[in-house]
């Protein structure tokens, strides 16, 4: 069983990433900002974390990825960002920041988990 943590500010969309991944063979975990995401993320050890790109807090996605990625222990763990932000620059940013893919919002769920299934 693959674990995923998802972290995005948006209970809405928490909820719809649960419901699109709660039929696959997951445990899902999930975090309200980036704080929190990387304390979960560094606690949980996850095979995939879902990282929304804007969030409050002291650390948005990019911050949130680029420790992951520094954390030689979490250097396995595979990055998706998720964020409303569609231009060239800015899914460049995110791959920079070390993320595996980027998905742009609004996504379907189809979309969802052919993302995840890609990383995983």
Known sequence: MKRILIVEDQADIRDLIRMSLEHGDFEIHEAEDGDQGLQMAQRLAPDLVLLDVMMPGQLNGLAVCKRL????????TKVVMLSAKNQAADKQAGLSAGADAYLVKPFSPRQLLQSV????
């Open 69 to 76: 990625k520094a954390d030689p222990s979490r250097k396995r």
């Open 117 to 120: 299934a890609k990383v995983i």
